[in-house]
């Protein structure tokens, strides 16, 4: 079946603008979550949702980044008033929580979005 | 909290040579690790993944991890580089709480296979 996908690939923008990344998780995960990658560096957790449960917002930066998600489908990350320190990839994974978020459960990545404030 | 370590940014190994990659974790409670690759374009795909059990894990397209627990280590290993191995690899350590599996990831280890 079909991967987690992510639109836009890559995303340009100015500073001040605000943005908005979309992810599509593989059909029937319950959990998905968005990491950054900042250029050399790891990936840093951001957010975390899981079925109808509040999302676990302990990893977003700032109050300038939000994140919602429509029942258990697609994801929408929205930075507002974007700034250059912004610029990473974002990346988005799903997992079948199939123990309510076991730990076991494998997170399958999609291809990132790259964004550039300039 | 938990971090992760990978102290080599760059590798290159000729093809056919054997590759390991360092991995260094700092948990507090039993650690489920995690080897993930990223190849140019593409998202991470999971190589292999340990929870409990046999230290020594197997995973896909010929690699293999152990658990070290007195090192708190989990290198990757792999006894025959091809030149499409070439990509980035990251070790992660997962911490589940709340429902959660937030993964921790180190900072990468960039691998080039010379022909």
């Known amino acids: 079946g079909a991967g987690v996908s992510q639109s836009p690939s890559n995303k340009v923008t100015e500073k001040g603008k605000d943005v908005e990344l979309r992810c599509d998780p593989i059909s029937g995960h319950t959990a998905l979550y968005w990491y950054r990658q900042r250029l050399g560096q790891g990936l840093e957790f951001l957010i975390y949702f899981q079925g109808n449960s509040a999302p676990d917002k302990s990893g977003l930066p700032s109050d300038r980044f939000s994140a919602e998600r429509t029942g258990e489908s697609v994801s929408t990350l929205t930075i507002q008033r974007t700034q250059q320190e912004d610029s990473a990839v974002y990346l988005c994974?799903?997992?079948?929580?199939?123990?309510?978020?076991?730990?076991?459960?494998?997170?399958?990545f999609g291809p990132g979005t790259r964004l550039t404030v300039l | 909290a938990q971090s992760v370590t990978q102290p080599d940014i760059h590798i290159t190994v000729s093809e056919g040579a054997s590759l390991e990659l360092r991995c260094n974790y700092s948990y507090g409670a039993t650690p489920y690790l995690f080897w993930y690759v990223q190849s140019p374009g593409q998202g991470l795909q999971l190589l292999l993944k340990?929870?409990?059990?046999?230290?020594l894990v197997q995973g896909i397209k010929g690699f293999e991890a152990e658990f070290k627990r007195s090192q708190s280590s989990f290198n990757l290993r792999k006894p025959s580089v091809h030149w499409s191995d070439a990509a980035e690899y990251f070790c992660a350590v997962g911490a589940y709480k709340g429902g959660g599996n937030k993964l921790t990831f180190g900072t990468g280890t960039q691998l080039k296979v010379e022909l």
């Open positions: 994974a799903s997992s079948l929580a199939s123990s309510g978020g076991a730990v076991t459960d494998t997170q399958y």
């Open positions: 340990y929870f409990s059990g046999d230290t």
